[in-house]
């Protein structure tokens, strides 16, 4: 198929309710790292937020460096660190050992910084984040090339002939993606360099419909640049919730969706309230969530690959608990088993096998029949009256 090879992970915020045990919940997302990791996933995403009481992770990179040691396979990233929060130098080497120490399954998302209620205990205002961002990244990218060193200096960080203290494991450098949301500023920043986007908006009311445009404008910013962007790269971060039905997937997160929806975005952070009655149906025909069985989750996903204009590296699942433990951790198995295989081309083979034996099943199981037959004869024993029921194309070789 023509996303064959489709990447699939998290997002992991995280997303705790007010009230919860947060020792708990950072050890339940480790858990859920190493479950998906298990399950075969490719990717997971951690973010860093410092206010606000629901996104608890201060530090991904400590969750990276503890995943790392409980996990085998999956790839680990920050998603994202808001980099107006830290020196470029300390952010660049920081991930470069990270790079060393999970043997090159180590990403760096990078953002201007999510929540204004950080910024604002910084002392940054939020119409520099986005300048400060790029300004960060301009740094980070001329040390990890490595080609001299790199003096640069801004109104609020300065580098003095500062050069990594290690090169990269990976070569030439780990993955590094961009936060966009629906606004033009991050697609540009990662055109300018080439990067991997990770696309936040389009999980949000018109999101969707927007994503060739958004590529379409990181593709005009790399061409500026000399660079070119790679549709592998490109990461789509919706809502996914998948049960046996439609109807039991809906129900299991109704309840969660609302308190998250109404008291962390809403009465906490000021978003303004919705206006559809029903929010999770809305989204499911609209393509901005991905909630119901196998089949209609991987109708979701067919449908934002059309809506990207020529198709996407992976989708990544914002990591929320919606529903119970056990209910999420099944969520993912049974997109793990019915709906991540139909993206990555392991099922081709098995269902062209399938169809072949079908289709010669009389010339291939005949011989094998009649064969079956002359053992019982040449031993002077009678064949089996429910030999035809019993045995695979007895009827065909009957008939």
């Known amino acids: 198929m023509a996303h064959k090879g489709l990447k699939f992970g998290i997002f992991l915020a995280p997303f705790h309710r007010l009230g919860e045990n947060p020792t708990l919940a950072i050890g339940r997302d480790l858990e859920l790292i190493e479950w998906i990791d298990h399950l075969g996933y490719d990717e997971a995403w951690i973010g860093e937020h410092h206010s606000a009481g629901w996104e608890t992770i201060a530090a991904p990179e400590l969750i990276i460096a503890a995943a790392a040691e409980r996990t085998r396979h999956i790839r680990l990233g920050s998603g994202v660190t808001s980099l107006p929060y830290h020196h470029p130098l300390l952010v660049a080497n920081r991930f470069v050992q990270l790079d060393h120490m999970t043997r090159g399954r180590t990403m760096l998302g990078c953002g201007p910084g999510a929540l204004p209620s950080d910024a604002y205990m910084l002392g940054i205002e939020p119409v520099d984040q986005r300048r400060r961002m790029d300004e960060a990244l301009d740094a980070i990218m001329a040390l990890l090339r490595g080609d001299e060193p790199v003096s640069m200096k801004t109104d609020w960080f300065e580098m003095r002939e500062a050069r990594l203290h290690l090169t990269p494991y990976s070569d030439p450098h780990f993955t590094i993606a961009v936060a966009s949301t ?87 952070l000021g978003r303004p309230p919705g206006r559809s009655d029903n929010p999770l149906r809305e989204g499911v025909a609209l393509g901005t969530t991905l909630i119901g069985s196998p089949e209609t989750v991987t109708r979701g996903i067919e449908r934002l690959i059309g809506y990207s204009g020529g198709g996407i590296g992976g989708v990544m699942f914002r990591a929320n608990e919606w529903a119970s433990r056990e209910q999420i951790q099944k969520s993912y198995e049974l997109f793990a088993r019915y709906v991540m295989p139909r993206f990555q081309g392991s099922l081709d083979s098995i269902i062209a096998s399938n169809e072949w034996a079908r289709s010669n099943r009389r010339t291939i199981f005949g011989p094998n029949v009649a064969a079956i037959r002359k053992a019982y004869t040449d031993a002077g024993r009678d064949v089996p009256e429910d030999f035809r029921q019993r045995t695979p194309g007895a009827r065909d070789v009957a008939d």
């Open 182 to 268: 629906l606004t033009p500023a991050a697609m540009q920043v990662a055109g300018k360099h080439g990067l991997g986007v990770l696309s936040l908006g389009a999980g949000i009311p018109g999101g969707p419909e927007m994503l060739a445009g958004q590529w379409k404008i990181a593709e005009e910013a790399a061409a500026k640049h000399g660079r070119q962007m790679d549709r592998r790269e490109w990461r789509i971060v919706v809502n996914m919730h998948v049960a046996e039905d439609d109807e039991e997937a809906l129900a299991q997160v109704r309840k969660g969706e609302r308190l998250e929806t109404v008291t962390y975005f809403e009465d906490t």
